[in-house]
């Protein structure tokens, strides 16, 4: 994996601002990949970035770090739909350029 493309996706998920989320697929969009892909480099981020911030497309939190994510979008105050993110009200629209790789 790219180290651009880990470095991009760090990039935008350090972006998202406390009580938003974003897809998987929006972050691919944004820099130019594919979903699959952000969800791999998200495997290779740290612990300092928000990762239960970033979502399925239909809402569904990620299933990674013992299942942490549900626990971490309750507790920003994340409008839910039952076990889903309600992304009409919770989803960022990240806006400017996109950010250079390093």
């Not at 699959?36 to 239909?58: F, K, T």
């Not at 309750?74 to 350029?97: N, S, Y």
């Amino acid at each position: 994996m790219s180290t651009d493309i880990v470095a991009e996706v760090r990039a935008e998920v350090a972006a998202i601002p406390a009580g938003s989320v974003a897809s998987y697929g929006a972050i691919a969009e944004r820099i130019g990949t594919s979903p699959r892909q952000v969800g791999r480099a998200m495997s290779l981020l740290d612990e300092g970035v928000p990762w239960w911030r970033v979502v399925h497309a239909d809402g569904t939190p990620a299933t990674c770090h013992q299942g942490q994510a549900p626990r971490r979008l309750a507790d920003e105050g994340i409008p839910m739909r039952g076990t889903r993110v309600d992304m009409r009200r919770a989803r960022h629209r990240r806006e400017g350029p996109v950010p250079p790789s390093s």
